[in-house]
Nanobody, 120 residues
């Protein structure tokens, strides 16, 4: 069993900053790619940013230059630093991880989501 627990969401004013964290725990042999996705009301879930095990990153065009993804492999944790946020960043943010478990299986796991609301 693998759990992803997000934290750090909340209400922030336009132009402000917020930092999301996601800690993975459980029967983890190795964590491969980790990422953040978001889903706004009435819209499909979309990729925000992703980081590979080696540290390579990719971002949605809408957040390039404003958001930064990073990971602490020792803590099995991924972060999303959100700067200069805009109202259109309002969404539920989900953590995702590709995991090889101690049982030898591969799985794609999701957190429960954390709400980010950008409003004055």
């Amino acid at each position: 069993q693998v759990q992803l627990v997000e934290s750090g969401g909340g209400l922030v004013q336009p132009g402000g900053s917020l930092r999301l964290s996601c800690a993975a725990s459980g029967s983890i042999l190795s964590l491969n790619g980790m990422g953040w996705y978001r889903q706004a009301p009435g819209k499909q879930r979309e990729l925000v940013a992703r980081v590979t095990r080696s540290g390579s990153t990719n971002y949605a065009d809408s957040v390039k230059g404003r958001f930064t993804i990073s990971r602490d492999s020792a803590k099995n944790t991924v972060y999303l630093q959100m700067n200069n946020v805009k109202p259109e960043d309002t969404a539920v943010y989900y953590c995702n991880a590709a995991v090889v478990t101690t049982g030898g299986s591969w799985g794609d796991y999701w957190g429960q989501g954390t709400q980010v609301t950008v409003s004055s």
